[in-house]
């Protein structure tokens, strides 16, 4: 069996992938609906460093039409 996790960044490239948006677009909008300044190199920079905030990726996840999903496992530390 082979390991299926994507890191955010590959993740967020196939959300983009599959609406036909490019970065720049995702930027842009970002800026318009937070009010914070988003640029292509910054998105790109906090994927490829995996610093991208959770309510950044909210964000994204809103303007592509996608919902984060939390599914907590039994968790036991120490054992």
């Known amino acids: 069996m082979y390991n299926t996790i994507m890191n955010t960044r590959e993740e967020v490239k196939i959300m983009l992938t599959s609406k ?13 609906i937070s009010g ?8 790109s ?3 490829a460093s995996e610093s991208l905030r959770y309510s950044e990726m909210k964000l994204i996840c809103k303007i592509l039409g996608y919902r ?3 599914d907590f496992d039994e ?3 120490g054992r």
């Open 75 to 77: 968790i036991r530390l």
């Open 20 to 32: 036909g948006m490019t970065i720049t677009e995702l930027a842009k909008r970002m800026t318009e």
């Open 68 to 70: 984060i999903y939390i």
């Open 45 to 47: 920079h906090k994927l």
């Open 36 to 43: 914070k300044n988003y640029s292509q190199s910054l998105i």
